[in-house]
């Protein structure tokens, strides 16, 4: 652990999962309002936060908290039941809390304040309705239980003498203890030292507590679950009336301030209220964290060790002058598995991400008024942490515009025959080399004649040109496209899906589009499994180097002379009865001097569009080491990267996307020309 670590920073990351956490339990919760096991789950989430929140010295938090847990209590209790109206009041509640945590100087306390006033309306609301008569005559209000029994428990207690510094205060414990029920207290100083011996910030105290409650036994457990491992705590049944005589009355317990009282601990940045503004007065820089098996990290130890064996028998080898083909072929090996289970550790299953989207959805179907059910598989399918990161966005874009433009209203879909609730599906599966993650949905599908005539009203297209549909809904992903016919506060103005083919594509992913009327849409999105390492093909183009992805190349062949010498406007191949245009990379780097005599053309394909690149040489394939171009050339196009060969020379990645959009554009402009001069 990082010793310099900010403690208010781990509690961030803990309550990150735990408010995921809440927000799952309470979603599932809206679906299944009489699953106790959801209920528990939301209400521990609470607690640990609750209790997190006062150790780190959250305290804005823990008192918010507080007051949440104490009102969802009551749907522990019975008293009301979890209606969409309530869950939707929870989950805003449970934002405020997120807000709290992540931007406190930016929270208004006031919203705070509104949504414990909507949740306690809402609680009174369930209360004040009218008394249901039972078969036996007696009255009794909705989502009454009977009385729980009454049970007094025995606790004895003692604290490590470094409680105080780790952070924990004994009294808020005991305020959650007074908060169960009857609690009697007795305070005990035997441990207590001569004024001398003791030291300021030591728990020398040690309780008694008598609590009569009607919650089970494991409520006790809950209040002590983060000083567990720093306590002695005794705990049996007692009867009620011998507790009496063995513990001090109330009156004479000394009495315990209120949590409010308590200072923070010394290490709560209250100033600043958040790590990132402390970060930068310290001049750091925000990092980010991700959980690793402890296998994952034994294996890529094992894979260091042998490395270090093998280098030292490398250098042994080579001062003695005797040949090293042996260990070089060792030392490749090694690499290639420590490269493997490097990127083994920054996998994470698509899982973490997929979970995100119940609440969007969920948000959605209100805001729309259409009912929308949202499924997921392959959550386990592992993706690069980073990818996962810069993922979040473009489907967001894409969800929200399935269930805007895609689904229909229920009376609509009705009408024509199907369910209701529109259906939104979301999968991840693994295809060789790659991702696919699908956004499918069941509404009305694309209109190709829509698409067209916007896409020539807005130039895009000539008129008349010869498309494929695939070519066509590539349409909706350009920059200001929009065939909605008016414009909405989530969509209309044609923002958003040109924003995921950008993000895709610098993530060298690509885009595939399917649809069918009345049936619905399915977005695919075609992502590598990494962003840092890949397979490429190195080529050579006069003296330059260059490394094309080889997830995207198809196959290579022979540029005849009968094709080389051919129109350099409008080159094609016949590749088995296919036409395949070509670039040739040459002309379009302007390299200076002749091309070899016997030149290669490289078929590379995103979706179901293929171009040939032609180049001078086909050098062999090359572990591609990714490495990002600087800002003075991050915007050149056909370039995603750079990589490092063997000798030391710089090869340029080749951006497929962008080459094949480039291919395609000489062919919409020369298919243009055509019609022009038919004309």
Known sequence: ?????????????????????????????????????????????????????????????????????????????????????????????KDFIRAQI?????????????????????????????????????????????????????????????????????????????????????????????????????????????????????????????????????????????????????????????????????????????????????????????????????????????????????TQLASAGGGAMGVAEEIERLTSALRDAMMGIRMVPIGSLFGRFRRLVHDLSRDLGKEIDLTTAGEETELDKTMIERLADPLVHIIRNAADHGLEDSETRVAAGKPPAGHINLVARHAGAEVLISVSEDGRGLDAQRIRAKAEENGLIAAGAALSDAELYQMILRPGFSTAKQVSALSGRGVGLDVVKRTIEGMRGSIDIATEAGKGTEITLRLPLTLAIIEGLLVRVADARYAIPLTAVEECVELSQADATRSKGRSFLNIRGELVPFLRLRELFDEPGEADAHQKVVIVAVADTRVGLVVDQIIGSHQTVIKSLSKLHADVPSFSGATILGDGAVALILDVPHLIALGQARETRMQSSTVELAR
């Open 1 to 93: 652990m990082n010793e310099n670590a900010d403690p208010a920073d781990i509690f961030r990351q803990e309550s990150a999962e735990l408010l995921e956490q809440l927000e799952q339990a309470l979603l599932d919760l809206e679906q299944r309002p009489a699953d106790h096991d959801l209920i528990d789950t939301a209400f521990r989430a609470l607690h640990t936060i609750k209790g997190s929140g006062a150790m780190f010295g959250f305290e804005q938090v823990a008192a918010f908290t507080h007051e949440f847990e104490s009102a969802f209590d009551r749907i522990r209790k019975g008293e009301t039941a979890p209606d969409p109206e309530l869950i939707a009041i929870a989950l805003n509640a």
């Open 102 to 314: 992540e931007r406190p100087e930016e929270t208004d306390a006031v919203i705070g304040v509104c949504i414990l006033a909507d949740l306690r309306k809402l609680f009174a609301d369930a209360q004040a309705r009218a008394p249901i008569e039972t078969p036996a005559g007696t009255a009794s209000k909705p989502f009454d239980k009977p009385a729980a029994r009454q049970t007094t428990w025995r606790l004895a207690f003692r604290f490590n003498k470094d409680l105080l510094i780790n952070g924990s205060n004994p009294l808020l414990l005991l305020d959650e203890l007074r908060g169960l029920g009857d609690c009697r207290v007795a305070v005990h100083c035997d441990r207590v030292p001569p004024l001398g011996e003791m030291e300021p910030d030591a728990c020398y105290l040690e309780w008694e507590v008598v609590l009569t409650m009607a919650h089970p036994r494991s409520a006790i457990d809950d209040v002590f679950m983060f000083v567990a491992d720093d306590m002695e705590l005794k705990v049996e049944a007692a009867d009620a009336a011998a507790a009496e005589s063995t513990v001090a009355a109330p009156e004479t317990a000394a009495p315990a301030p209120q949590a409010a009282t308590s200072p923070p601990p010394a290490h709560v940045d209250h100033a600043g209220g958040t790590s990132e503004t402390a970060a930068k007065r310290a001049g750091g820089v925000e990092t980010s964290t991700i959980r690793v098996p402890a296998e994952r990290l034994d294996e890529m130890m094992d894979r260091v060790g042998e490395l270090v064996i093998a280098q030292a028998r490398l």
